[in-house]
């Protein structure tokens, strides 16, 4: 079963990239550290499953050298367009771009050395059939990294009435689509449940004062605001009254921004013989 556009909330393509740019750089760097400290090295192979616009794509392409291969899936053409521009501007030559379902993307079985995504299990109706898929890829004693969040850390101090309000719509779009926005606390129990060995993870939380930081959750609510109207959880009204408010809490610098729980979490592909 083909996840579809339909089951997406968020923009896609150009109209996408600055939020997927913003989420890079509030997010970017944990992973990446993760990732080198698992050893992501020159002639390896990787494939990023739920690549967006690429941010992480160009990552692994430069990492892995011409020696090296990436596979990038998304369910979108237009965010693999994104994603082909950017590789080609950038000179890289060693992606592969799939347009596929992350719950079976077409790539050959036990084939890569990491298997990776963000922000992609919270999107499926089915996470773990995904990450079934994800550790089916990878090669024994290679690795399966995912990263996610936990929407109910997302808050504000002092409190807010427009981000208490914000972080209701967001979980009650999330129990509408039947998808998790709790899914990062869990990555550990779903990854071993995929059958991946030598399970660990790693969380951080950020706060802003100031800042386009500040403003990314607040850029992602009203990306996915239609869904909410449409479905009726807010009226247009409302909506236009609450991203005013949000608007001046982003400005006031009293007013601090603590995003939800990220969390990254990565397993091994367990040997022969071998748990």
């Known amino acids: 079963m083909k996840n579809t556009v339909s089951t997406y909330p968020l923009a896609t393509g150009e109209l996408a990239a600055a939020r997927?740019?913003?989420?890079?750089c509030v997010c970017g760097v944990p992973g990446r550290e993760v990732m080198r400290s698992l050893g992501v090295l020159p002639g390896m192979r990787v494939a990023d499953i739920g690549c967006g616009t690429g941010e992480t794509t160009r990552w692994?392409?430069?990492?892995?050298?011409?020696?090296g291969e990436v596979a990038a899936v998304d369910f979108s053409a237009d965010?693999?367009?994104v994603t082909r521009n950017r590789l080609d501007l950038d000179g890289h030559r060693n992606v592969r771009l799939i347009e596929a379902s992350a719950y079976s993307t077409g790539l050959p079985k036990a084939a890569f050395d990491l298997v990776h995504c963000r922000f992609l299990l919270c999107h499926l109706e089915r996470p773990a059939d995904a990450l079934q898929e994800m550790a089916s890829l990878v090669k024994p004693g290679g690795w399966v990294v995912c990263m996610d969040f936990d929407v109910r850390g997302l808050q504000t101090y002092p409190p807010t009435a427009c981000y208490e309000r914000m972080c209701e719509l967001i979980?009650?779009?999330?129990?509408?689509?039947?998808?998790?926005?709790?899914?990062?606390?869990?990555?550990?129990?779903?990854?071993?449940?995929a059958g991946l060995a030598n399970i660990d993870v790693e969380t951080f939380q950020p706060a802003y004062l100031r800042g386009e930081e500040k403003r990314l959750w607040e850029y992602t609510f009203m990306e996915a605001s239609p869904t909410m109207v449409g479905a009726g959880f807010i009226s247009a009204v409302e909506l236009a009254q609450l991203a005013q408010q949000l608007g001046i809490a982003a400005e006031d610098e009293r007013?601090?921004?603590?995003?939800?729980?990220?969390?990254?979490?990565?397993?091994?592909k367990p040997r022969s013989g071998h748990r």
């Open 20 to 24: 997927l740019a913003l989420i890079d």
């Open 255 to 268: 007013v601090m921004v603590v995003h939800p729980l990220y969390a990254v979490s990565w397993g091994q």
């Open 79 to 81: 965010q693999l367009r």
């Open 60 to 67: 692994f392409a430069s990492q892995v050298g011409q020696r």
């Open 171 to 193: 979980a009650m779009n999330g129990r509408g689509r039947k998808v998790d926005y709790e899914i990062a606390v869990k990555l550990p129990t779903m990854l071993a449940s």
